[in-house]
């Protein structure tokens, strides 16, 4: 079972920030935030992760909440090729099976003019 | 970023037939890859992680006799489905792991099976 909750929607204006949640309540203390997006037809793209710091990249800042139970991905001046489906999954730092990238049903965020 | 690629993209065959996928890492060396499937409208759905040079683990409902996968190098992973049928068909998506310290994961361009 995937161990987040996204919704399932969201809607932004073009250039405006598209702030996109992630509840993940039972997150383990070793556990990192990664963030994939997958454009229709396409394969997933990595965005950003985190393990309990905020992060910002060239893509999407990180948000991390203190307790670790949630998280936010910023996209700053979101662009209609933003549009596409928002995986935030939970990964442990292993190379076993806890390290595996288990992907929910993420947040289909739709950029609009 | 780190490129991965699939070889082919789009790929029609006939029922009973066997396919396979090529699954590269380009500018690194991959020693775990991943293999998912996507139906339409559904979200990715790990079948099977390999490790260069050893069997494949399959997830729980997978058959490995009928998706056979080869990790035979550290850039190189084949997914080969056999006897296939339109139940089959869907996207299928490889992912390799970076050998070095960062463990990160990049995933291919899919490539998108029909069964006929």
């Known amino acids: 079972d995937a161990k987040t909750t996204q919704p399932p929607s969201m809607d932004c204006a073009e250039g405006r920030a598209a702030n996109l949640p992630c509840n993940h309540s039972t997150i383990s203390g070793n556990e990192y935030v990664y963030w994939y997006r997958q454009i229709h037809s396409q394969g997933p793209q990595y965005i950003i992760h985190g393990l309990k710091n905020n992060e910002t990249n060239e893509m999407a800042s990180l948000i991390i909440t203190e307790d670790r139970k949630s998280s936010t991905l910023i996209l700053p001046h979101a662009t209609l090729r933003d549009t596409a489906v928002y995986y935030c999954?939970?990964?442990?730092?292993?190379?076993?099976?806890?390290?595996?990238?288990?992907f929910g049903t993420g947040t289909r965020l739709q950029v609009t003019l | 970023g780190a490129v991965v690629s699939q070889h082919p993209s789009r790929v029609i065959c006939k029922s009973g037939t066997s396919v396979k996928i090529e699954c590269r890492s380009l500018?690194?060396?991959?020693?775990?890859m991943f293999w998912y499937r996507q139906f339409p409208k559904q979200s990715l759905m790990l079948m099977a992680t390999?490790?260069?040079?050893?069997?494949?683990?399959?997830e729980q409902g997978v058959e490995k006799d009928k998706f056979l996968i080869n990790h035979a190098s550290l850039t190189l992973s084949t997914l080969t489905v056999t006897s296939a049928h339109p139940e089959d068909s869907s996207f299928y998506i490889c992912?390799?792991?970076?050998?070095?310290?960062?463990?990160?994961?990049?995933f291919g361009p899919g490539t998108r099976l029909t069964v006929t």
């Open positions: 390999s490790n260069e040079g050893s069997k494949a683990t399959y």
């Open positions: 500018d690194f060396q991959a020693t775990t």
């Open positions: 999954i939970v990964r442990g730092p292993y190379t076993g099976t806890a390290s595996k990238l288990t």
């Open positions: 992912s390799a792991r970076r050998g070095d310290s960062s463990q990160e994961q990049y």
